[in-house]
């Protein structure tokens, strides 16, 4: 969602929680945030516009961002080889039924789809794949197991662009 409404130019500030992502919009750290309201599959991300409300930041616009989540391992690991899958929790849960299917994969939460991706790149298990968006194989060199594992190939999410308020 950043790289469609900023297409590059934005610095981009991960962080832990979405507390943390209005925290940083609340210190001046970050000039605005972007954060999802709601998604397709699995509906309204709990807590999110009760914490923008709180927090007094402005809504500066909406934007719709396809999904497609994939299976993402290390150089050289195999589909078969995986029994463990970090993502985030919004992201497992928009993809229960490819988890249902492959019982023998666990699923853990990470802090977000990226993040998890990075994590497994760095810890270089050949049986711990992430599920996150293909641009994420290139950016941590990663190796593409499944594509659009997704419950739902109409899959989307809808982030609001929030900064302080005035």
Known sequence: AIEQLWRGRAWVMPCWTFADVIAAVERGLAGYAVL??????????????????????????????????????????????????VSHPAALAQCRAFLTR???????????T?????????????????????ACVGHYGLQLLARDIGDRDDNATVFAVVRRGR
């Open 102 to 112: 492959h019982a023998a994969i666990v699923p853990r939460e990470g802090y977000d």
């Open 114 to 134: 990226a993040g998890a991706a990075r994590d497994v790149a760095a810890r270089g298990r050949r049986h711990e794949a992430a599920i996150a968006s293909e």
């Open 36 to 85: 999802p309201l709601r998604n397709e599959i699995i509906g309204e991300i709990p807590g999110v516009r009760v914490a923008i409300a709180e927090a007094g930041l402005d809504t500066v616009g909406e934007v719709r961002q396809a999904v497609r989540h994939c299976l993402l391992g290390i150089a050289g690991s195999a589909f078969d080889d995986v029994t463990a899958v």
